[in-house]
């Protein structure tokens, strides 16, 4: 077990006209080596929700754990937490800010206090796994594409070896390629290192290709907790509050109301492909 919300609220301004209810009730455990989907609408709590996980806003009400340990205890060390729980914010900008792109990724493990061999090790670790080639390392990172920006501000985390790595719409702006390319090499990490993946988007095809949980934000509570199929069966409920399964999700259901005998409890155009070729056969 590496994450557990117990009854956590929190309220914006609170006492204040502005006061504002961002999280209610939130009971939630997060294991190790899940890959999470957490989607919701414009509001809905996402962004507040995940700045609890690593610590950068504490609960207004409720107890937050991580392996097991109160991070709101007085002695807890918030700086070890925010080394194990890597938060990739949506704007790679707000989170470059050295010269070179070697020097950017190399602060966080130089921070921690690592020698100079092990920090560079791992600088190159990182950078490697996101696909940024040594012809960028003396590259200031202001001057890279979006999707470079994105892949130097993932490697800066990476450096630091998490346990946990939250990503805020890390495709945000991205052509289809580019946004591909950013996941499909986030998911190869975390099949081959079992690390926690947190992946906040509005895409709901990202969703149905790499995740295996959804966690689903509405109005501050947590609405929805299931596997990912699960979660897109329930498609009509999502509409409800203002979302969408993917659009396979809709053809098969369609295809089922025309009469036809198809499982509609699929996710991805491969597996639709499948189904209605099984189907056909028959």
């Not at 020698?115 to 560079?120: Q, W």
Request: hydrophobic residues 40%.
């Amino acid at each position: 077990m590496q994450i557990v919300f117990d009854h956590v609220d929190y309220v914006y301004s609170a006492g204040t006209n502005f006061e504002k209810h961002a999280l209610r009730d939130i009971n939630l455990k997060i294991e190790k080596g899940e890959f999470i989907g957490l989607i919701g609408h414009t509001g809905s709590g996402k962004s507040t929700l995940i700045q609890h996980m690593n610590g950068l806003i504490k609960a207004t009400n409720g107890k937050i754990y991580y392996n097991g340990e109160d991070i709101y205890d007085k002695n807890y060390n918030m700086r070890m937490l925010r080394s194990k729980v890597g938060l990739v914010f949506q704007y790679p900008e707000h989170q470059l800010f050295e010269t070179t792109v070697y020097k950017d990724v190399n602060f966080g493990p130089k921070n921690l206090g690592l020698d100079k061999l092990e920090a560079d090790l791992r600088t190159y670790e990182a950078l490697k796994m996101v696909g940024i080639g040594e012809e960028l390392l003396d590259a200031s990172p202001f001057e890279l594409s979006g999707g470079q920006k994105r892949r130097v501000a993932i490697a800066g985390i990476l450096a630091m070896k998490p346990e946990v790595l939250v990503l805020d719409e890390p495709t945000a702006g991205l052509d289809p390629r580019g946004r591909d390319d950013i996941l499909d090499q986030i998911a190869r990490l975390h099949r081959e290192s079992n690390i926690t993946i947190i992946l906040v988007t509005h895409s709901m095809e990202d969703v149905a290709k790499y995740v295996d949980r959804i966690l689903v934000m509405n109005n501050g509570s947590l609405a929805m907790d299931q596997k990912t199929r699960n979660v897109f069966a329930r498609y009509k409920e999502l509409e409800e509050i203002h979302l969408a399964a993917p659009q396979v999700t809709y053809v098969m259901n369609a295809l089922k109301e025309k009469g036809f005998s198809f499982n509609t409890d699929v996710t991805t155009v491969a597996e639709a492909k499948n189904e209605i070729l099984k189907g056909l056969k028959k």
